[in-house]
């Protein structure tokens, strides 16, 4: 299945042509589109729109925005908690790829962002991370030297 926007009835055509070139035969759009495709040979269905979707639409972009935006605040706290931390805090998902670094894990290990993404497994190799994924059992209390420190 393949997305195409339309925003202007000159761009359509050309668009539509296009997509019958790659074999497409039937497009699901407005009114434009579809008479478009009709014009051309395929099949359309038409999807109506009206007041109440577009105000449904509306309402659910501004609930969806208010989510994200109390999402990115939450992050931005946590975020700030973490950094006035004197303790290294490295986080990582269950494959073992850096989500998070915290200034005083940066400081510690001479790390950069750049390894947010890579497994710690490989940047950090002492700290046997794999172990604990694999077990679930945590390591508290064990030492580790990193750099010197």
């Given at each position: ?43 359309s ?45 490295i ?19 001479n ?39």
């Amino acid at each position: 299945m393949e997305a195409v926007e339309v925003n202007n009835e000159d761009d359509a055509e050309p668009i539509l042509a296009k997509l019958k070139d790659k074999s497409i035969n039937t497009i699901i759009g407005g009114v434009m589109s579809s008479r478009i495709a009709h014009r051309l040979g395929m099949r359309s269905l038409f999807i109506k729109t009206g007041r109440e979707a577009i105000y449904s639409a509306l309402k659910e972009a501004k609930r969806v925005a208010a989510v994200r935006r109390r999402e990115k605040e939450r992050a931005e706290q946590f975020r700030t908690i973490l950094d006035y931390s004197d303790e290294g805090i490295i986080a990582v998902d269950v494959q073992g790829k850096i989500n998070l670094m915290n200034r005083a894990a940066i400081q510690i290990t001479n790390l950069r962002d750049e390894a947010i993404g890579g497994k710690l497994s490989v940047t950090l190799p002492k700290l046997a991370l794999d172990k604990v994924l694999a077990t679930g059992e945590s390591e508290i209390g064990d030492l580790h030297t990193i750099n010197n420190q």
